[in-house]
């Protein structure tokens, strides 16, 4: 079982910027994707940025340039900054952990934090 934890959600004005932890603990494989979703109201969960175990990235259109994932191995957290916030940046934000073992997939959210982007 793994478990994952976030923070670091909260109300910001329109171009401020705001930084997303999520602490991963349990049985987690080493070889891993993590990642943010977010969802607005009466909207689809879509992801936001995803980082390899090694460090690859993948972002949306949407927030190139302006929000950056990381993580840090040893503490098994991942990070989202993000700067020059937008209303439409509003939302739940998901953190998400999916790796491989043995041959099944496994898949695990947190419980969400809410970010909003005041104009």
């Known amino acids: 079982q793994v478990q994952l934890v976030e923070s670091g959600g909260g109300l910001v004005q329109a171009g401020g910027s705001l930084r997303l932890s999520c602490a991963a603990s349990?049985?987690?494989?080493?070889?891993?994707?993590m990642g943010w979703y977010r969802q607005a109201p009466g909207k689809q969960r879509d992801l936001v940025a995803a980082i390899t175990s090694d460090g690859s990235t993948n972002y949306a259109d949407s927030v190139k340039g302006r929000f950056t994932i990381s993580r840090d191995n040893a503490k098994n957290t991942v990070y989202l900054q993000m700067n020059s916030l937008k209303p439409e940046d509003t939302a739940v934000y998901y953190c998400?952990?999916?790796?491989?073992?043995?041959?099944?997939?496994?898949?695990?959210w947190g419980q969400g934090t809410q970010v909003t982007v005041s104009s």
């Open positions: 349990g049985s987690i494989a080493a070889h891993n994707v």
């Open positions: 998400n952990a999916n790796f491989l073992r043995g041959f099944s997939t496994y898949n695990y």
